[in-house]
Nanobody, 114 residues
Framework: QVQLVESGGGLVQAGGSLRLSCEAS????????MGWYRQPPGKQRELVAT???????NYGPSVKGRFTISRDNGKNTVYLQMVSLKVEDSAVYYCWSWQSGHYWGQGTQVTVSS
């Protein structure tokens, strides 16, 4: 089993920045993928960004150029730096990991006010 614990969500004004963190623990394999998804109110969960252990990244189209994903393999932690936040970025952000199965964190709320 893998446990994912997010931190760093909160309330920010449009144009501001936030950084999310997610620490993984449990039975971790050396090769995995970690990332972030988000679910706005009343909408489906969508990809934000993912990163492999070798540092290959993938971003959802709505966040490219504004969000940066990174990871510290030694700390089993993935980060999401969000800048130029928009009201439409408001959502519950979920940490995600893949290693022989999908694992999810409990989610952290990000609210961007106008």
């Amino acid at each position: 089993q893998v446990q994912l614990v997010e931190s760093g969500g909160g309330l920010v004004q449009a144009g501001g920045s936030l950084r999310l963190s997610c620490e993984a623990s449990g039975k971790l394999f050396s090769i995995n993928v970690m990332g972030w998804y988000r679910q706005p109110p009343g909408k489906q969960r969508e990809l934000v960004a993912t990163v492999t252990t070798s540092g290959v990244t993938n971003y959802g189209p709505s966040v490219k150029g504004r969000f940066t994903i990174s990871r510290d393999n030694g700390k089993n932690t993935v980060y999401l730096q969000m800048v130029s936040l928009k009201v439409e970025d408001s959502a519950v952000y979920y940490c995600w990991s893949w290693q022989s199965g999908h694992y999810w964190g409990q989610g952290t709320q990000v609210t961007v006010s106008s």
